[in-house]
Each structure stands twice: as structure tokens, then as C-alpha cells.
């Protein structure tokens, strides 16, 4: 009676065994397919028209014609006959098709490593630091660069609702100073504090007119007239302290 090894089921060569030669040279057949294993395609279901000496596959399921009633198994081409295998659980094999490494979980081809989908729905992303529920993406590098793929580049912020907020929010010491997007509302702001708990709105435009709202005031520093101005430049004239502006054709003094 032939006996196996318990981990890949290699048969031994019992004592005063005759034809040594035939179970020595089974088990190289077996070793031939499990090391290193690479199959042609996984999950398949239709035998090969025209198998090659060697090949391998990992068969589905519901595998047909002569592979009929071994689903999960490794069909391999040896000779002129097909033999098969049943992998054990945390077989690694390449699959020439897909171009993948999976592992065998003892009841189906896993991906090794990550997957595409395992990109998806992540409870969150930190790199250089750790990601919290609030900042589920966190990044702490001395830059970051969002290039274009060829054309243009967008950068998005959305809200669910006007009264919402999406903005940018700058912070010294993670107390913020500048803020600057649709606050509350679907007009676009750009607020200032100096503490992080007082804030002031200096600039408001408003997504109905186009109109821009000062909220404070607003300062020209004195300096010399453009070299290139065009209709409706205005500049404080710093020579002679007046407020000038450009109608097309010559400055004008507003006061």
C-alpha cells in the first residue's frame, strides 16, 4: 500500500517496492506542477482544444468536458493525459492571463497584495501621519503636487447645501488666519482673524450680480502710473497724492 506525504501528497517509494522508477517519477510530475506554479488562466472552465506538455490550469468551479468534476483543482497536460491537483490552502500560482499572483484560501484565487477594489472606500489615508475620522485624508510633507493628466486640472470642494461651508481654511500652529470659499452661503468670501477665535470678513463676492462687497476698507499703496494701463486702471499717484484712473486716452484725477 503507497503512502504520501502529509503536506503536498507525494507518494513514497515503499520498502521492497517493485518498479520504484514509477512512483519516483510521479512524484517529480507532481513537484514539476506545484513548485513554482504558473497556470494558464484562472477560474477556467473549458478545457484547452490544444494543450501543451506541461501547461497548467486553475479550473473554476464548474468546469466542463474532461474536466468535468474537478472544480478547484489544477488541470495540468502531462504526457498525453491530463492530471490534476487539488491545491492547498495558501498556494501561491501566476496566472499567465490575467497577469496576477493570487493565493488559494482553500475555496477560491485571491489577489496577493493589494487590489484595485482595496483602493476603494478606505475609512481613511494618512501619509506621513495618521488619518483621524475628521481628517480622513492627511498628508504631512513639505509639498504636494496635483499635476494635470495632458490638459487641464480642477481641484474641487463641495458642499451638500447653501448653508454649508466649502473653503480653504489656512492655520498658523493649526489656528486658523485666512479662510477663503462659501461660507454659509453660495457667495464667495475671504475672512482674516489674528487670533483664531475673532474672525473678519474683508471681501465678499456675491454669486447673484458678480459684485464685489470691501467689508473694511481698502488700501492703494502710493506708487507711479503703469507702464501699460488699459480703460479703468486706477493707481495712487504717490508724486502727487492724488487718486488717478485711466479712461482709454489719459488719466484722470478723481480727487
Not at 510530475?29 to 513554482?36: F, G, K, N, S
Not at 502710493?222 to 499717484?237: L, S
Request: net charge negative.
Amino acid at each position: 500500500m503507497t503512502t504520501y506525504t502529509p503536506r503536498l501528497d507525494l507518494p513514497f517509494i515503499e520498502a521492497a517496492q517493485a518498479q520504484k522508477h514509477v512512483t519516483h517519477n510521479e512524484a517529480l510530475e507532481r513537484l514539476d506542477i506545484m513548485v513554482q506554479l504558473r497556470v494558464q488562466q484562472f477560474e477556467a472552465t473549458v478545457p484547452a482544444a490544444s494543450p501543451v506538455n506541461g501547461q497548467s490550469w486553475a479550473l473554476g468551479a464548474t468546469p466542463t468536458g474532461v474536466w468535468a468534476g474537478h472544480g478547484g483543482q489544477i488541470a495540468s497536460y502531462v504526457g498525453d493525459g491530463w492530471y490534476f491537483i487539488t491545491p492547498g490552502t495558501g498556494w501561491r500560482a501566476w496566472g499567465l492571463a490575467e497577469g496576477a499572483l493570487k493565493v488559494w484560501s482553500g475555496a477560491a484565487w485571491n489577489p496577493v497584495g493589494l487590489d484595485t477594489n482595496d483602493l476603494n472606500n478606505l475609512p481613511g489615508v494618512g501619509i506621513g501621519a495618521a488619518s483621524d475620522p475628521a481628517n480622513r485624508l492627511t498628508v504631512s510633507t513639505p509639498a504636494t503636487l496635483l499635476n494635470h493628466a495632458g490638459g487641464g486640472h480642477q481641484v474641487k470642494v463641495n458642499k451638500a447645501s447653501a448653508g454649508d461651508t466649502a473653503s480653504l481654511l489656512y492655520q498658523t500652529g493649526f489656528s486658523g488666519r485666512a479662510e477663503m470659499g462659501l461660507a454659509g452661503n453660495d457667495n464667495f468670501s475671504i475672512k482674516v482673524s489674528a487670533t483664531g477665535g475673532t474672525w473678519r470678513t474683508a471681501l465678499t463676492a456675491m454669486a447673484a450680480t458678480g459684485g464685489v462687497q470691501l467689508h473694511h476698507f481698502a488700501q492703494l499703496v502710493p506708487g507711479t502710473a503703469p507702464a501699460a494701463p488699459v480703460r479703468g486702471t486706477v493707481y495712487y499717484d504717490d508724486a502727487g497724492n492724488v487718486l488717478r484712473c485711466f479712461d482709454g486716452a489719459v488719466w484722470r484725477d478723481l480727487f
